[in-house]
């Protein structure tokens, strides 16, 4: 029997809502030598029985009689694919009918790729739609990886089955939420990734997905990122400290700053990992530096209470770091400065 060229794992927990959906958006593909890959995780709801429902020869279920969790089907999924690429789609999300041709065109044509993402579009009812947007050149989503998993949305990936097995990546089960992150973080440690500037698929921010219930816990988010960033860190040289690793937190976070002196341990954090990757070589130098430019921006914005002073610390510090200073930024930054924003609206992503 001839191979598929692409093996899309659905994994699928209680998801009867909006399952039906989700694997409609697969086998609708204009894209269609495939097999989808459907494991059923321990669900105590119709779950099964609407996938049992679908009559098509691409379709093999995995049913598992408990719930082993994220991490554990990922892995069943790496290991039962048959494809030369691999996707992942979840059961409560939607892929616009040309992701798959899209990847697979592009994986196909740049060979020394890995992997790839894309843009999603991000929606929950009218509370939140918008376009998730993600870099391009692989080199600046490396060094992005080490501030935030968004870098590549992972529930937009397209592997290269080959580089993840030969390179022995897996999916770590002590992480209950960010296996994702760290997974991506690891693979971009072996090959190159890219995201095409394009949406491809909906993300849907359902009120009982598990990372709706962690981003209300941040002590379990960061005890969860702290592990990811530290494998970074390390590769730069750095041994950090808890209290480094609080700092580098505290950069990537929606959390404003409560001090002005946070705020300049942010930036002298950043400055440090720009002094030991000219030592170390870890990220391109150029690409490191436009991400730490974004890092500096971001957290600047999150201390826009402490009104004009910041706006002319980060004017200051740009210009001196060669930070890429645009003049949008300046006004958008002093726009809040001169109002002393005492929060931060922050996009999920």
């Known amino acids: 029997m001839e191979l598929p060229i692409l093996s899309v794992v659905l994994l699928v927990y209680n998801g009867e809502k909006y399952l039906r959906e989700a694997i409609d958006s697969v086998l609708n593909q204009t894209f269609r030598d495939f097999e989808l890959i459907i494991i059923n995780d321990g669900s105590t709801d119709d779950s099964l029985k609407i996938i049992n429902s679908f009559d098509d020869k691409r379709i093999r279920i995995i049913n598992n009689t408990r719930n082993k969790g994220i991490p554990i089907c990922r892995n069943l999924g790496i290991k039962e694919a048959k494809g030369e690429y691999l996707a992942w789609t979840d059961c409560d999300d939607i892929n616009l009918p040309t992701r798959f041709e899209k990847q697979i065109n592009f994986l196909h044509k740049n060979k020394d790729y890995g992997g790839c993402g894309t843009w999603l579009y991000r929606f929950k009812g009218i509370k939140i739609n918008y376009v998730a947007k993600a870099l391009e050149d692989h080199n600046e989503i490396k060094a992005a990886l080490l501030f935030r998993p968004a870098a590549v949305p992972n529930a937009t990936v397209m592997l290269r089955l080959s580089e993840v097995r030969k390179n022995h990546i897996t999916y770590n089960p002590e992480y209950p939420v960010g296996e994702d992150y760290d997974f991506v973080f690891r693979c971009s440690q072996y090959f190159k990734f890219s995201n095409i500037p394009e949406v491809l698929y909906k993300y849907r921010d359902s009120e009982t997905s598990i990372m709706t219930k ?92 402490f009104g004009l002073k910041t706006l002319e610390f980060f004017v200051f510090k740009s210009l001196r770091n060669n930070w890429g200073l645009q003049p949008i930024k300046i006004a958008k930054l002093g726009m809040r400065c001169a109002m002393k924003y005492d929060k931060f609206e922050f996009r999920k992503s």
């Open 214 to 305: 962690f981003e209300e816990e941040e002590t379990r988010i960061y005890n969860i990122n702290k592990k990811i960033f530290k494998q970074g860190l390390i590769a730069l040289g750095i041994q950090p400290t808890e209290t480094n690793l609080i700092t580098h937190y505290n950069i990537c976070s929606k959390k404003i700053y409560d001090s002005f002196s946070d705020y300049l341990e942010s930036y002298r954090w950043l400055l440090k990992i720009k002094e030991n990757n000219r030592a170390e070589k870890t990220y391109d130098p150029e690409a490191l530096n436009q991400i730490l430019a974004d890092q500096f921006f971001f957290a600047s914005k999150k201390a826009s209470k």
